[in-house]
């Protein structure tokens, strides 16, 4: 947190957004010379790697800050302890400073994305010099929300900026790129591949203009749809688990082997759309097709629909989760064009004087039904391996937003959610930010995946209405032991509850079910244990600045007497504490 006010106000404010918390180390810095500033760093550097301390907060104020930044070796020795400790908080320091702060933390860890948020015009400078800067509207003018990237009325809205739009913007640029290399791939790679039967002279299978129109006319409304629309999970859902966020910064939805897949299934989909009617149109043992061969634009034809199909309905409906009625008009749109072009251009061409012979050729062709039954297996071929892969991984290795977006199918599930919603904006924010009910909230959906994914591997289970009054009792229980925990937990841990979110603070993040631990309570056993060991904190795993690590507000730790125990491939997302926001909060955040 980088503000102008005075140490007390700012230390005061820190406790109010639980920056800092009743049992943190506070380490000050005030100190009149570079000498006596070196070994105050040093001193405090050792006292985070020994580890003494949970949860360390470091407090600078403007003079040190100038003293500091006069030497290279102090500047890079601060960003360093910054890294380590928990909570950084820099007081009286000027709009030169905060962006001086920010633009020596962007060069230290390069592989993050920093972000500024601000209300006032001293907050300029840190806003602009960020990778990406808030502004927010209110009472000391307009003018950093002028000069930043995004504007908000409230501080309280950067969680859904962020959580919300910042992760459904995260998924439809990434669809948008990897759907826009998908289809180009897959259409001109027939081309390519086509010469293979022509002996390699340039002969094209589709004719000039209709091969021209495919970008423009034919496959661009479904991928402009996907980076427009998509929403893989509901608002609601990534405001209870925030967890999803994480989402972005592992590069789930952008990678190399992200890309790699979708190139596959190009390829596989370009030689399945165009040998198919190459074989049925008795083409493939010629290898010889001549440039005025009255069958390459019936041939061409077959392919070119083929590939629009596929194209359309593995963009639209297999990679997009939500299915809207714009969805559908777009994709009946893009069909509807390639076939009124069609019967448009085939009455329209000039009688053939050379190449291909387009007039009246699709009006001869739509009226034999092997033509249109080349095109159904054909598609049918292209596609169904790509149906299969998505289906079996999403039943053997389901993700989190699988298990999420499953959840967000089910009647009861969703009615849940629907009241804690309610609930949440009764309580408003609260000083600790964590309720039982909300424990009880978390461990209900934690139970609900544990139930949904067991039933998933259980093919007894896998229908609840062809389940019998056992199973459904033994469910039940199941349930309940979780409830019980819940409000076991409530009680029993009220008062260690804020240090027990910072021991296990990435313990139960998405994904965790892949690190193989056998139990919950062996989970919350384990990381305290290390956690006062007093071994060393590495700049990699903490601190408000780190390179690599993700802050979320820490999961509630279950009891480790408590009984509850899942799978190694269960997911568990626990209380997540909510902190209220200060009045005037100069903030600069790590995404």
Not at 17 to 40: E, F, G, N
Not at 316 to 338: C, G, K, M, Q, R
Not at 384 to 406: C, G, H, R, T
Not at 460 to 478: E, F, I, P, V, Y
């Amino acid at each position: 947190m980088l503000t102008g006010d005075k140490r007390e106000t700012a230390i005061n404010i820190g406790y109010s957004c639980r920056l800092i918390k009743d049992y943190s180390s506070t380490i000050i810095l005030d100190v009149p010379t570079q000498a006596q500033a070196h070994k105050a760093m040093n001193k405090a550097m050792k006292d985070v790697m020994k580890g003494k301390s949970r949860h360390v907060v470091v407090v600078i104020d403007g003079a040190t800050l100038g003293i500091v930044e006069q030497s290279t070796e102090l500047m890079a020795l601060f960003v360093e302890l910054g890294i380590r400790a928990d909570s950084v908080i820099c007081c009286r320091v000027s709009p030169a400073q905060k962006a001086l702060v920010v633009k020596t933390v962007r060069a230290r860890c390069k592989n993050t994305v920093t972000l500024a948020i601000g209300d006032g015009a001293n907050d300029i400078a840190m806003i602009q010099e960020a990778n990406v800067g808030i502004g927010i509207t209110g009472k000391e003018g307009l003018q950093a929300a002028r000069s930043s990237d995004y504007s908000i009325a409230q501080f309280r809205f950067l969680e859904r900026l962020l959580f919300v739009h910042g992760r459904w913007s995260y998924v439809r640029v990434s669809k948008f790129v990897l759907g826009t290399f998908y289809k180009c791939a897959t259409f001109y790679l027939t081309q390519g591949l086509f010469q293979i039967f022509t002996g390699f002279s340039g002969t094209s299978l589709y004719e000039q203009w209709t091969l021209s129109f495919y970008n423009t006319l034919f496959s661009s409304l479904p991928v402009m749809v996907v980076g427009m629309f998509e929403q893989d999970l509901k608002a609601s859902t990534l405001l209870l688990v925030p967890e999803l966020y994480t989402f972005g910064p592992r590069n789930s939805g952008f990678s190399l082997v992200t890309y790699g897949t979708w190139m596959a299934a190009a390829v596989y989909q370009a030689i399945a759309s165009l040998m198919v009617p190459l074989w049925i149109a008795g083409a493939i043992g010629k290898f010889g097709v001549e440039p005025d061969d009255e069958s390459l634009f019936p041939m061409g034809l077959g392919v070119y629909t083929t590939i629009v199909l596929v194209v359309t309905f593995k963009i639209a409906y297999l990679e997009t989760h939500n299915w809207s009625i714009v969805t559908h008009i777009t994709s009946f749109l893009t069909i509807l064009a390639w076939f009124g072009y069609n019967t448009a251009y085939s009455f329209f061409y000039p009688v053939r004087t050379g190449g291909y012979h387009v007039r009246g050729a699709f009006q001869s062709l739509a009226a034999h039904l092997p033509f249109w039954l080349t095109i159904v297996v054909a598609s049918m071929i292209a596609i169904l391996p790509n149906i299969m892969a998505k289906i079996i991984k999403a039943q053997l290795y389901p993700s989190d937003v699988d298990l999420y977006q499953e959840l967000e199918k089910d009647p009861e599930a969703v009615q849940r959610w629907k009241e804690w919603e309610v609930e949440l904006g009764n309580q408003g924010a609260e000083a600790e930010g964590v309720t039982g009910s909300k424990i009880q909230r978390r461990l209900s959906i934690a139970a609900s995946i544990v139930s949904k994914h067991s039933s998933r591997r259980a093919p007894s289970l896998s229908s609840r209405r062809g389940r019998s009054k056992s199973q459904q009792a033994l469910d039940a229980n199941r349930n309940d032991s979780f409830l019980a925990v819940g409000r076991h937990s409530q009680d029993a841990r009220r008062e260690s509850f804020g240090e027990g979110q910072d021991q296990v603070g990435d313990l139960w993040g998405p994904g965790s079910h892949r690190r193989g631990a056998s139990s919950a309570s062996q989970m919350a056993r384990d990381r305290p244990s290390r956690t006062n060991s007093g071994g060393p904190r590495d700049a990699k795993e903490s601190g408000p600045w780190s390179a690599t690590q993700l802050h979320f507000p820490r999961p509630f730790p279950v009891p480790a007497d408590s009984d509850l125990s899942v799978s190694s491939t269960t997911p568990l997302q626990l209380g997540v504490r909510r902190s209220s926001s200060a009045g005037h909060v100069y903030g600069r955040g790590m995404v």
